[in-house]
């Protein structure tokens, strides 16, 4: 037992600590505990085979074909678009929208769609984003609490009870505890949104400019004065040279955003037409092509004095030029499963694939700019990216790896609703009725139904199937799930089990509850709310037996206080997702997130044994 809660122990410090990935964590400690002999190989690797993380798998699936086919964020806008100009009306669709959303779909997933509808929306409402995007977060995993399938932790305290040979619950079971869930949520945060998230941007009332200007982006950025114009003479030796063999990147820090080169017409009136051409590797420059580059004055100045160029004036002061409004500036801001975390500024391929330049990087408050080329990207990291309008707004489409935020409200506002998307709406009303009615078990209706997403069409193909997988996630619960068999195993559950009901048990059932409650909520402040579910859910239910109470109200504070964690912008991934959108330190969720947390708890704590008697 002793050696179970030392790798538990030093998991969940690693955990803590977030310097290594959560599922080589969980993989470590499975090995750790298969070396010591504590669990044999084919108990360790059980929860790969495990119910849980199969219907996990074909609910990314299914999720996914919702979102690609354009269904979700149509449904979504057009309700959020029911708000007009009203703030009150706003906020409430807003976290009712998104509870709705969450209910069936990943709340990360949930979050990357609702952003950009959400940011959009607040400018049209002159409202400060901010005010609205913490608990866009929030409502997410609140909205996990009305269905089975809504959070994972809902299936593992499914999955306990049926191994207890408990009657299992239904998919609406949590609907009831989902709803308290919201209206305390709405309650909490309108008083709170309003005093502590309103005008969390610098520099101006917000509250009546939301929308910050190429200029503001820029000056945000602290890119004003590192954004020039040169002009390349006939006589300088850039001429008839590809960008490549240039080499101006590596010799000078100065990286081209773009190239006008103007329009050859006979015809007078055209003669000051330019054409826009994204700098490529072997894009030729040619004599009087205007260059558009981003770097440090001083190398900018010696680039141009080595070279016989002429430095024209900053893109930033220039009143002639109006490059940022003819292509445009957007961030993105990457998600925590992101393809591209760890990975090199200049190994991106953003340029290649969707010819759009980064001029800088936001993490944590912190804002970087220089030598980005070597610069390595975190999840939770804003890129401000230039480029043209339709090249980002084909970056929109990557949403499995970020999310594109300020676009112009008409990018915002265009959905490809795919002809699939009839075709994914009946496939997911099919589920959710195989899974009501009891048709098939529950997992085999979210294998049928992500298995007919691929065959219809609603996917491209397996490939994307395989892409909207959050395999970290997956890897993660599979890893952790023998842990808890581990600590029944040993003793270790009954023994934590124990030490709760002869430590609480003589205040009564309530006090047990809300011991089990707020350690859970504790705990998920530092470690993933599944994790935190699989580890505390069979001791829950030990220490209700041992009390001889029923153990469903004891469960269900279980996977609630898992999923209503809202003190730490570090977790849940759509906390971390919102935070460099709204511009939030880690005091903003304590302020906000911390409250809601502690009467969240207390109110459940209550209403709890109401729903499910002991």
């Not at 209700?544 to 469903?552: D, E, F, K």
């Amino acid at each position: 037992m002793i050696a179970t809660l030392v790798i538990l122990a030093l998991s969940a410090i690693f955990f803590m600590a977030g310097k290594i990935r959560s599922d080589l964590i969980a993989l470590c400690s499975l090995i750790l505990l298969v070396l010591c002999g504590i669990l044999t190989p084919t108990e360790a690797l059980s929860g790969f085979s495990n119910s849980v993380v199969i219907m996990m798998v074909g609910l990314f699936v299914v999720g996914g074909a919702i979102f690609q086919t354009g269904l979700a964020k149509m449904v979504s806008g057009k309700i959020m678009r029911a708000a007009g100009k009203n703030q009150f009306r706003l906020f409430l669709l807003v976290m009712l929208v998104t509870s709705f959303v969450g209910a069936f779909v990943s709340n990360t997933g949930t979050v990357a769609l609702m952003l950009p509808i959400v940011v959009s929306l607040a400018k049209g409402a002159d409202m400060s984003p901010s005010r609205l995007l913490m608990p866009l977060a929030f409502a997410s995993s609140m909205g996990g609490m009305l269905t089975l399938i809504g959070t994972p932790p809902n299936l593992v305290i499914q999955e306990t009870l049926e191994n207890a040979g408990m009657e299992a619950l239904s998919f609406f079971s949590f609907t009831p505890v989902g709803i308290v869930c919201i209206a305390v949520g709405i309650l909490v945060l309108i008083p709170m949104s309003k005093w502590f998230l309103s005008g969390k941007r610098k520099g101006g009332d917000e509250e009546k400019k939301t929308h910050r200007t190429t200029e503001e982006l820029l000056r945000e950025y602290q890119l004003e004065q590192r954004m020039f114009r040169v002009q390349v003479p006939t006589s300088a030796a850039y001429c008839g040279k590809t960008v490549q063999e240039l080499n101006i990147s590596e010799t000078y820090g100065v990286g081209i955003l773009e190239i006008r080169r103007k329009v050859s017409t006979r015809r007078h009136f055209f003669n000051n037409i330019y054409d826009h051409i994204t700098a490529g590797p072997h894009t030729e420059i040619l004599a009087d092509d205007i260059l558009y580059l981003s770097g440090d004055a001083a190398q900018v100045a010696r680039m141009v004095e080595e070279n016989g160029l002429w430095q024209l004036d900053t893109i930033y002061n220039a009143s002639e030029s109006e490059t940022m409004n003819q292509t445009g500036i957007a961030e993105v801001v990457l998600l925590h499963n992101s393809s591209l975390q760890n990975v090199a500024v200049r190994d991106c391929g953003f340029r290649e694939k969707f010819k759009v330049n980064i001029l800088g990087i936001q993490r944590n408050d912190t804002y970087y700019v220089h030598d980005l080329r070597d610069f390595r990207m975190h999840s939770g990291d804003a890129l401000l990216v230039q480029g043209e309008w339709s090249d980002i707004a084909r970056m929109s489409k990557e949403q499995n790896d970020w999310v594109v935020l300020g676009q112009p409200v008409e990018q915002v506002a265009k959905v490809t609703l795919d002809r699939k998307a009839p075709v994914a709406a009946a496939i997911m009303l099919l589920m959710i009725l195989a899974m009501v009615l009891e048709w098939v078990p529950a997992v085999m209706a979210v294998i049928i139904a992500a298995v007919l997403m691929v065959f219809t069409g609603c996917l491209r193909s397996v490939e994307d199937a395989y892409r909207t997988i959050n395999w970290e996630s997956i890897v993660l619960i599979a890893a952790m799930m023998p842990m808890s068999l581990a600590l029944e195993k040993t003793g270790a559950s009954a023994g934590i089990s124990t030490a709760l009901v002869s430590g609480l048990g003589d205040y009564g059932p309530l006090a047990l509850l809300a011991g089990i409650y707020f350690t859970t909520s504790l705990m998920t402040m530092f470690i993933s709310n599944t994790a935190t579910a699989v580890l505390l859910a069979p001791i829950a239910m030990q220490s209700a037996i041992s009390l001889g109470v029923s153990p469903y109200p004891y469960l269900f504070a279980v996977t609630v206080a898992a999923s209503m964690c809202f003190a730490s912008p570090f977790s849940t991934p759509p906390n971390a997702l919102v935070m460099s959108a709204g511009k939030y330190t880690f005091m903003d969720y304590v302020k906000v997130g911390l409250p809601l947390q502690l009467i969240m708890g207390i109110v459940m704590i209550f209403i709890l044994p109401l729903l499910f008697p002991f």
